[in-house]
């Protein structure tokens, strides 16, 4: 477990975080997200959405980790697209990827 996945964890339980496309992009056109973090493993079509929808309303993406271990970090089930709503976890994110 690497220090990317321990914030994720930490963010999530400090309620920082939503997970899934749909929260994601509520988040993203809300101007709500500091940051979306994208699985390296996500379908084409889902990466091809969610950075259309961050580029519209400016928003940082970064692609990052697999399904498998996001989900685990969070603990949940595989998570693809996941929205952080706190700026210094979103900079401390940015600036160690």
């Known amino acids: 477990m690497n220090k990317i996945y321990s ?8 309620g920082k975080i939503s997970i899934g496309f749909d929260l994601t992009k509520s988040d993203v056109e809300n101007n709500k997200s500091f940051l979306v973090v994208i699985a390296g493993d996500a379908s084409e079509k889902t990466k091809k959405n969610i950075k259309f929808i961050c580029d519209r309303y400016r928003c940082p993406y970064i692609e990052y980790g697999e399904k498998e271990n996001l989900g685990k970090s969070l603990g949940k089930n595989p998570v693809s ?10 900079s401390y994110l940015i600036n160690n990827v």
């Open 7 to 14: 914030m994720l964890g930490l963010a999530r339980k400090g």
């Open 81 to 90: 697209v996941l929205s952080v709503t706190d700026k210094n976890i979103a």
